[in-house]
Nanobody, 122 residues
């Protein structure tokens, strides 16, 4: 099982920056893709950015050029640097990981963190 713990959310003015961190703990065979999703009130959860174990990130169009996702495989961690924040970025941000539990089991399991609130004031 994988446990994900996020940190780094908060309140910031428009144009400001925040950095989210997520650390994985527990047991696994491998952690493959890691990413960040967000959910604003009355909206569906949406992908913000994701990065496979070997790199090569993809981003939602709404955050391209402003957000940067990175990961440290040695620390089993993923980060989201958010610059030039806008009020529409306000949401609960969730860390996500796809993990294989055993070497002989190719199935990937999805894990979620508890979420961290990001609020951008205008």
């Amino acid at each position: 099982q994988v446990q994900l713990m996020e940190s780094g959310g908060g309140l910031v003015q428009a144009g400001g920056s925040l950095r989210l961190s997520c650390a994985a703990s527990g047991t696994w065979f491998s952690i493959n893709a890691m990413g960040w999703y967000r959910q604003a009130p009355e909206n569906q959860r949406e992908l913000v950015a994701a990065i496979p174990r070997g790199g090569g990130a993809n981003y939602a169009d709404s955050v391209k050029g402003r957000f940067t996702i990175s990961r440290d495989n040695a620390k089993n961690a993923v980060y989201l640097q958010m610059n030039n924040l806008k009020p529409e970025d306000t949401a609960v941000y969730y860390c996500n990981a796809l993990s294989r539990r055993r070497s002989w089991d190719a199935k990937e399991y999805t894990y979620w963190g508890q979420g961290t609130q990001v609020t951008v004031s205008s």
